[in-house]
């Protein structure tokens, strides 16, 4: 393990306070706070699961806006924070998924399965838990506490997804200081195990 890897989830969490910041006074502030500011938020929530769900994983990096909003959303809705700890999870987890997909990848190519990478994994997750929150399609027979739960898990897989795809996206050819896609790819990718 890199031994700078310590450092990543405390630079995720403040990275993701940014992130927060940044959709309550800039996407979420379009209405006063009280009810519909929630109404706000909610269509924020839903506009960009919706997004998330309907987008290929792919490496231009279409993903990273719309998980990040919707993550924000959730993490209000759920009136909660992602800590360092929920960091740290997440990096540990794609760390061991990307470990165990490349050790048994010989073997699935050997019986012509085609298991997926850990994006393609946490992205298929992240949109089950999205459906059975009821974000897409408004259909589900989950009661507002399982729902809720639901969306707790969208989170947990969002956070995940939002890591490894970053892993699998190429590295930034020029230097900088954007703290985007480029920048997390830079400090997962050697914490998880991905590109340099």
Known sequence: ?????????????????????????????????????????????????????????????KLYSP????????????????????????LDNVRNLQQRLASSQSEAVDVGLDIGSPATLFKAEFDEAIRQAGLIDGATFLSKEDRNVALGLAVNWGIRLLLAYAAETPARTQPSKRKDLSWLAERVGPAAGGHP
């Open 1 to 61: 393990m890199n031994p700078d890897s310590k450092a990543v989830p405390h630079e995720l969490h403040e990275w993701f306070q940014s992130v927060r910041r940044l959709a309550e006074t800039g996407l979420f502030s379009i209405a006063p706070e009280g009810p519909h500011r929630d109404a706000v938020i909610l269509d924020a929530l839903r506009r960009n699961a919706r997004i998330v769900y309907n987008l290929k994983l792919e490496p231009a990096g």
């Open 67 to 90: 998980l990040c909003f919707f993550l924000a959303a959730a993490c209000w809705q759920l009136r909660t924070n992602l800590g360092v700890g929920h960091w740290q999870a997440a």
